[in-house]
Nanobody, 130 residues
Framework: QVQLVESGGGLVQPGGSLRLSCAYSGFTLDYYAIGWFRQAPGKEREGVSCISSSSGSTCYSDSVKGRFTISRDNAKNTVYLQMNSLEPGDTAVYYC???????????????????????WGQGTQVTVSS
């Protein structure tokens, strides 16, 4: 019954901003984690950011640190990824993913690892181009 749905992707100029949303459902435990990943054509899937359901701690990849911000709205069961100062290198399909059983993003400084997440959204395309 776990489901994650991304939205908010689109075309933006370099230096612009987008906010991605991940609406999730079917999480029955208090401790879980939501992560953001991206995959560009011909490249491996990359962990971008994660957020803890309990502590609220966050983590980011070095490539987005200082430009992207992950946040949550518990009442709406939604996690957001605010992307500022976008660069052409940010072009990718962005996925949100969930671990409904363990809060794997708690107290970590490392970006998320896809092996820690078993449930995935359908992806939303982000294209950064002038």
């Amino acid at each position: 019954q776990v489901q994650l749905v991304e939205s908010g992707g689109g075309l933006v100029q370099p230096g612009g901003s987008l906010r991605l949303s991940c609406a999730y459902s079917g999480f029955t435990l208090d401790y879980y984690a939501i992560g953001w990943f991206r995959q560009a054509p011909g490249k491996e899937r990359e962990g971008v950011s994660c957020i803890s359901s309990s502590s609220g701690s966050t983590c980011y990849s070095d490539s987005v640190k200082g430009r992207f911000t992950i946040s949550r709205d518990n009442a709406k069961n939604t996690v957001y990824l605010q992307m500022n100062s976008l660069e052409p290198g940010d072009t990718a399909v962005y996925y949100c993913a969930g671990n409904p059983d363990y809060d794997v993003c708690e107290n970590t400084l490392a970006p998320p690892d896809s092996s820690q997440f078993g449930w995935w959204g359908q992806g939303t395309q982000v294209t950064v181009s002038s």
